[in-house]
């Protein structure tokens, strides 16, 4: 006789979280944001990222307008956690977790229109907030996502924050230049656990190391101290044992 296992329940999807880090702040979208994205010229390069269909739809024109960024009014998807990224006071980018409560996963984007503040990992603090989110708080087992096999830079980011490659839908997408392969990636709870003990150790361990270099240099700096006493002013000195 065939034997069937447990089957888990479903996740329950809990409210949308806003989630702080260092340096961004992942939190509901608010209509002020809109005169953030609008300071930002149209990036080629950012939007591909989402795939090629934008540019069907493009008419070359630099900026957004008010109209296409406030179009889109459907009703809320309780499966789809959708966040905007504050730094200094400001909207920069997105990002959003698709849930699908029945498997214990979720797809992961994230986007950052503010083209002069890639770079400096603050993709990356946003990426390690929401998997900490979604593991620790959500309940998931698993987060994927899909990247363009040339997209190094983003690439990097998620293998940075646990993710793995997992395989690659060869010619997947069209783009002006020719087909493009998407690169499939994801991280399992297990895993993530395992990669933010390894993280944290190595920040201890970066620590540590700086104490000790910060010492060293000092120690030299100072020069060699004379036995039975201590420079601790001009010309003065006191004993020490």
Known sequence: MRSFGLVLDRLTLPPLPTLRGERVIVRVWRESDVDDWLRYAIDPEEEDGYGSAWRRAWD???????EQLTADRRPPDPRAYT????????????????V?????????????????????????????????????????????????????RAINCYLACGFRREGVRREAELYPDGWKDIVMMGVLCSEYAAHSRWLESSAVAAASARTAFTMANNSESCGPIRAGAAAVGDGDAVSIV
């Open 100 to 152: 699908d409560a029945d498997q214990h996963g979720a797809t992961y984007t994230v986007g950052l229109f503010a083209a002069g503040l890639r770079g400096r990992g603050l993709g990356r603090e946003v990426t390690r907030l929401v998997l900490s989110w979604a593991f620790e708080v959500l309940g998931a087992h698993r987060v994927q996502l899909e990247v363009l096999a040339g997209n190094r």
């Open 60 to 66: 070359g024109r630099r900026y957004r307008t008010r």
């Open 83 to 98: 966040w905007a990224v504050e730094h200094g006071g400001h909207c920069i980018g997105s990002t959003e977790l698709f």
